[in-house]
C-alpha cells in the first residue's frame, strides 16, 4: 500500500501543566498500545474541530471541563498500518481529573519524563516540550 493510501488519523492532546508538572494519562489495557503513557486528548471525530475533540475528550475521559489555548505542537508519525498526526494544545481545566476512561493519571516533573513508557508520536511530543525547556 503506498503512503498516501494509508490510512491518516488526526489526534489532539492537551499539555496541562500545574507548578512545574504535566498531567499524563496512561492507556487502558484494551487500548491501542495498552498501558502506554500520552497526554491527555483523543481522535477527531468526522465534523469536529480539534477544539471540539479535546473538550469532548478531555469531559470524557477525564471528568473535566477544558479550555483550549494555543496550539504548541503538530507531529507527524508512521504506525503499522497507519499515519498519525497528533497536535498538541495548551489547555486549562476546571475540576479535578478522574480516571473515567483511562487507567491512570500522574502529574509528572520533565526530569521525570523517562520512567513512563510513551508511544512513539507521544514520545516526540515529550522530546519537544523537554528541547523547549519548558
Partial sequence: MARS????????SAEIAEEGRYLITQRLPTATLPL?????GGRVREGESDVQ???RSLRDRLGVAA?????VLEIEHTYDGYDLVLLCY????SGCPRTDRVHALAWVSPEDFSRYPFPGADQKTVDALLADGS
Wanted: glycine residues 4%; aromatic residues 8%.
Fill in 5 to 12: 493510501e494509508r490510512p491518516r488519523i488526526r489526534v489532539v
Fill in 36 to 40: 502506554h503513557w500520552e497526554f491527555p
Fill in 53 to 55: 475533540a479535546l473538550v
Fill in 67 to 71: 479550555t483550549v489555548g494555543d496550539r
Fill in 90 to 93: 495548551k489547555v486549562s481545566l
